[in-house]
């Protein structure tokens, strides 16, 4: 691998699948070896659509091949007028929804960053509220609204105007939902900080996939509506389908004040990311927030061909939660036969997740998984979820490959476990 020993020690995924990937078509990969990989892990995230889709490629190389602009800042360009057009026509208005949409830089943490921005900007508050074991990206405002404490750890300076809430069931459901915060927030004595905006997650992906229950995604609506508080959806991971609707707070019924999309906005793995804002609170003024990358327009024809191709009629969101649901009863059989481990399955659509009661096992899990050429990655604070996520567009043979591979891994590492 003597190619790689210039790249820095913080490279991660490499260390766990080490091999050299070099071509990539739906739900696989293949080496330099012409080894094939299934994949259930589809870019954290951003490969919704699988790898290299049709539909998408295609009018991709037609734009290059015919020298349409690659870098547009954001100016005004055929590309973007056409995302932005489609967007509205397919996404936006069918749900009743009503948003300017902002370009920041083509990131989830750009996104985040924009969207804290706005809500201290309108709100003219600096403290922000984030929950238990959110994950919200690597900048330092992002970091500062994250749980995990070794990614919190790399900022180097104290990570301050954030103040963490339990996130649904932090007590196991044995307190009821807003307690603590419903309390501090009403009581003038409490010494909390009023907050600008409270940021959440529907689903934490990086954080174990953990859903929030609808109720408790209503209640948090409601109670940022009562004490004027700015309600801030990171769909970054969670939106374009992952959990089955294009935005995963659909299911709720709420409406947030700013959203934050990326992953699979592109739908290719071209860098893109959007913040969506509601129209009276887009108080930017011009250039505020900016980027040399905001205007990537090949992500913006691939981004418009991928809502064309799949947010046209409701297939691929039933499909999403019919497969969801056929991971869900694999993962409970495997949880039901297991002995000594405790095995918890956990998700939603197809975010999925298993918990282990012995937290390295899920990493073992995916090493064995991947012997068994299967890429899927751990989450939660000690890493003791394994994460299936496909591509929604796996086909179901695929899937039942995948899930024949999980359950061997699974039962390869947890058997002969002693109680
Ligand atoms: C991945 C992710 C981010 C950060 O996105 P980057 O593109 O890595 O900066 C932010 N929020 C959530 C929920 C994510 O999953």
Same mark, same amino acid.
């Given at each position: 691998?003597?190619?790689?020993?210039?790249?820095?020690?913080?490279?991660?995924?490499?260390?766990?699948?080490?091999?050299?990937?070099?071509?990539?078509?739906?739900? *696989?990969?293949?080496?330099?070896?012409?080894?094939?990989?299934?994949?259930?892990?589809?870019?954290?995230?951003?490969?919704?659509?699988?790898?290299?889709?049709?539909?998408?490629?295609?009018?991709? #190389?037609?734009?290059?091949?015919?020298?349409?602009?690659?870098?547009?800042?954001?100016?005004?360009?055929?590309?973007?007028?056409?995302?932005? *057009?489609?967007?509205?026509?397919?996404? #936006?208005?069918?749900?009743?929804?009503?948003? !300017?949409?902002?370009?920041?830089?083509?990131?989830?943490?750009?996104?985040?960053?924009?969207?804290?921005?706005?809500?201290?900007?309108? @709100?003219?508050?600096?403290?922000?509220?984030?929950?238990?074991?959110?994950?919200?990206?690597?900048?330092?405002?992002?970091?500062?609204?994250? &749980?995990?404490?070794?990614?919190?750890?790399?900022?180097?300076?104290?990570?301050?105007?954030?103040?963490?809430?339990?996130?649904?069931?932090?007590?196991?459901?044995?307190?009821?939902?807003?307690?603590?915060?419903?309390? #501090?927030?009403?009581?003038?004595?409490?010494?909390?900080?009023?907050?600008?905006?409270?940021?959440?997650?529907?689903?934490?992906?990086?954080?174990?996939?953990?859903?929030?229950?609808?109720?408790?995604?209503?209640?948090?609506?409601?109670?940022?509506?009562?004490?004027?508080?700015?309600?801030?959806?990171?769909?970054?991971?969670? /939106?374009?389908?992952?959990? &089955?609707?294009?935005?995963?707070?659909?299911?709720?019924?709420?409406?947030?004040?700013?959203?934050?999309?990326? !992953?699979?906005?592109?739908?290719?793995?071209?860098?893109?990311?959007?913040?969506?804002? !509601?129209?009276?609170?887009?108080?930017?003024?011009?250039?505020?927030?900016?980027?040399?990358?905001?205007?990537?327009?090949?992500?913006?024809?691939?981004?418009?061909? @991928?809502?064309?191709?799949?947010?046209?009629?409701?297939?691929?969101?039933?499909?999403?939660?019919?497969?969801?649901?056929?991971?869900?009863?694999?993962?409970?059989?495997?949880?039901?036969?297991?002995?000594?481990?405790?095995?918890?399955?956990? &998700?939603?659509?197809?975010?999925?997740?298993?918990?282990?009661?012995?937290?390295?096992?899920?990493?073992?899990?995916?090493?064995?998984?991947?012997?068994? /050429?299967?890429?899927?990655?751990?989450?939660?604070?000690?890493?003791?979820?394994? !994460?299936?996520?496909?591509?929604?567009?796996?086909?179901?043979?695929?899937?039942?490959?995948?899930?024949?591979?999980?359950?061997?891994?699974?039962?390869?590492?947890?058997?002969?476990?002693?109680?």
């Amino acid at each position: 691998m003597n190619d790689f020993d210039v790249e820095s020690e913080v490279r991660s995924y490499c260390r766990s699948w080490p091999v050299v990937f070099d071509t990539a078509r739906g739900a *696989r990969l293949t080496d330099v070896d012409g080894r094939s990989y299934l994949d259930f892990f589809a870019g954290a995230g951003a490969l919704n659509y699988g790898h290299n889709p049709p539909a998408l490629k295609e009018p991709l #190389l037609e734009y290059l091949g015919r020298d349409g602009i690659t870098h547009g800042l954001d100016m005004y360009t055929v590309a973007k007028g056409e995302f932005l *057009r489609t967007f509205e026509e397919l996404v #936006l208005r069918p749900r009743g929804l009503n948003y !300017k949409v902002q370009f920041p830089g083509p990131t989830g943490a750009n996104t985040v960053e924009s969207a804290l921005k706005l809500a201290r900007k309108i @709100a003219g508050r600096e403290s922000i509220i984030n929950f238990t074991h959110a994950f919200h990206g690597m900048t330092l405002g992002a970091l500062s609204v994250t &749980g995990n404490s070794m990614k919190r750890g790399g900022a180097g300076i104290p990570l301050v105007h954030a103040t963490p809430m339990p996130f649904d069931n932090y007590f196991d459901g044995t307190v009821p939902d807003f307690l603590w915060l419903d309390r #501090l927030l009403g009581d003038s004595g409490s010494g909390l900080n009023e907050p600008a905006g409270v940021i959440v997650e529907t689903v934490q992906g990086e954080g174990g996939i953990n859903p929030a229950r609808i109720e408790w995604l209503q209640g948090l609506a409601d109670l940022c509506r009562r004490h004027h508080i700015l309600l801030i959806v990171d769909d970054v991971q969670m /939106g374009v389908g992952r959990t &089955g609707p294009f935005f995963s707070f659909e299911i709720a019924g709420i409406e947030p004040d700013i959203v934050c999309l990326s !992953k699979s906005i592109s739908g290719y793995g071209l860098p893109m990311a959007l913040t969506l804002i !509601k129209p009276e609170y887009d108080q930017w003024g011009p250039g505020e927030h900016n980027g040399t990358f905001r205007g990537n327009n090949p992500a913006f024809v691939t981004a418009t061909a @991928a809502l064309r191709e799949y947010w046209s009629d409701d297939a691929l969101e039933r499909s999403t939660l019919a497969k969801g649901e056929r991971v869900e009863a694999a993962l409970s059989e495997l949880a039901d036969s297991s002995q000594a481990v405790e095995l918890t399955p956990k &998700g939603r659509g197809l975010a999925r997740g298993l918990s282990f009661s012995h937290p390295e096992m899920a990493a073992k899990t995916c090493a064995a998984a991947f012997e068994r /050429g299967l890429l899927m990655e751990t989450a939660g604070p000690s890493d003791e979820v394994m !994460k299936i996520m496909p591509p929604l567009t796996i086909s179901d043979a695929e899937l039942e490959e995948g899930l024949a591979v999980v359950g061997d891994a699974v039962r390869t590492v947890t058997e002969g476990v002693l109680a």
